[in-house]
């Protein structure tokens, strides 16, 4: 139908349609031609629709070859309505720039960051691009630190805030420098938070460490019986005894209790780190304290001595030591006695140095004798005692008893003063 229209009808028409459309607008075609200088379009109008290559927005080194094939669908913005030549002017650079700046502002007033490339190196900063723009970075927003020369950051691509977008004049300001800062923000910070759950992660572990040892020590207090045998290891010498480790928990075993003999000084018996065998002589779980000993039960000579002699038994001694009141002396290994001055003599003695010495062996009777409580007297004046003379035979039963006993103690009385 349209064949029976006249030229003025098509005229009017084509007209009409171009009526439609303005420069500025956005106008989408298909491709009909790729030239290397421009891209032609079959539009929805009459006139055909042209890209200038320099309006593609081509990366450096493409060709519109590279990009464009014919029936591809192409949209821009419309720059030029030429009705001499029939063609309508398109720029699909300038619709990537209306969207891409719509994005910059987006992220200038978000503050959100984009991905830039830095393509060109100033004194005082650097060119970057973003899609279709090209902006600027100052050299005091390139990085947290001093930057002396920009050339080293050239070719990079650098994550950034938008500072400042105004189009009007053209000027685009973005800054790497605070991205980093925050990079450099977060990664102290989570190292803060990896030092701080490591930290609370080790203090975790040593108190589950000690609860573990806490509870092994009162598991191994719980099982400690008095009078048992177990083996330890001395762990510190003091001059009261020696702390001994039975396997996570320690006892003391008081000098007293290295030996059945008398000890000097602790170190002469037990040395750190020596094993030895302990004897528990007493646990207190409330205070967790341990009294150990190195002293068998079975070899306490108080107990083997007490199979051998009793009240009156002669013994040989050792004198160990002098006092005023008498003298200590041994009468075997771990027996300690007591001589006391009176005991030393029928005479009366003012030193007890008059009769013994240290280092002295004398034969003294047992006058006292407790071995439960190691508890020994000794006498030498016992021993040379006269007996006392029996007067048994004088004393019969009868109304001369009381004169035959006289008689007796008159002869003796008698006798004694012609001495």
């Known amino acids: 139908m349209e064949n029976n229209l006249t030229m003025q009808e098509l005229l009017d028409m084509q007209e009409q349609e171009l009526s439609k459309i303005n420069v500025g607008d956005e106008i989408?075609?298909?491709?009909?031609?790729?030239n290397n200088d421009n891209l032609v379009l079959k539009l929805d109008v009459d006139f055909d629709g042209v890209i200038p290559e320099g309006e593609l927005n081509l990366d450096k080194g493409q060709s519109i070859a590279d990009v464009y094939k014919i029936d591809d669908e192409v949209t821009g913005i419309i720059t030029n309505i030429s009705y001499k030549d029939a063609t309508i002017k398109i720029s699909r650079l300038k619709l990537e720039q209306q969207n891409d700046i719509k994005e910059l502002i987006d992220a200038l007033?978000?503050?959100?960051?984009?991905?830039v490339h830095s393509f060109?190196?100033?004194?005082?900063?650097l060119y970057v691009s973003y899609k279709s723009y090209t902006m600027f970075m100052p050299i005091s927003q390139i990085d947290t630190k001093f930057v002396k020369d920009t050339n080293e950051y050239v070719g990079l691509d650098m994550e950034c805030y938008v500072k400042e977008v105004n189009p009007r004049k053209n000027r685009i300001i973005v800054s790497h420098r605070e991205v980093a800062q925050e990079e450099l923000d977060a990664e102290r910070k989570e190292k803060r938070?990896?030092?701080?759950?490591e930290r609370e992660a080790e203090r975790a572990r040593i108190k589950a460490k000690r609860e573990q040892k806490k509870a092994e020590r009162e598991e191994l207090l719980n099982s400690l019986v008095p009078g048992e045998k177990r083996t330890g290891k001395v762990t510190n010498i003091m001059p009261y005894g020696a702390?001994?480790?039975?396997?996570?928990?320690?006892?003391?075993?008081?000098?007293?209790?290295?030996?059945w003999t008398r000890v000097e000084s602790v170190d002469s018996v037990l040395s750190e780190g020596q094993e030895?065998?302990?004897f528990i002589q007493s646990v207190d779980s409330e205070a967790q304290r341990i009294a150990l000993s190195l002293k068998n039960p079975d070899e306490d000579p108080w107990k083997l001595i007490a199979e051998e002699v009793q009240m009156g038994s002669v013994v040989e001694a050792k004198v160990l030591r002098i006092i005023d009141k008498g003298a200590f002396v041994?009468?075997?290994d771990g027996v300690e006695a007591y001589l006391p001055i009176g005991e030393l003599s029928e005479k009366r003695i003012n030193k007890v140095e008059d009769v013994v010495n240290i280092g002295d062996t004398v034969k003294a009777a047992i006058i006292k004798f407790n071995p439960e409580n190691k508890r020994m007297m000794l006498s030498i004046r016992e021993l040379t005692r006269e007996p006392e003379e029996d007067l048994s035979q004088y004393m019969s039963v009868g109304d001369d008893t009381i004169g035959n006993i006289g008689e007796v103690l008159k002869e003796k009385t008698t006798s004694l003063d012609e001495e």
């Open 193 to 197: 938070e990896q030092r701080k759950a």
């Open 243 to 259: 702390f001994i480790d039975l396997g996570g928990i320690e006892g003391l075993a008081h000098i007293n209790n290295l030996s």
């Open 330 to 332: 041994e009468v075997k």
């Open 28 to 34: 989408t075609g298909k491709v009909t031609q790729v």
């Open 120 to 125: 060109k190196a100033l004194e005082r900063g």
């Open 276 to 278: 030895v065998e302990v």
């Open 109 to 115: 007033e978000q503050h959100t960051k984009i991905t």
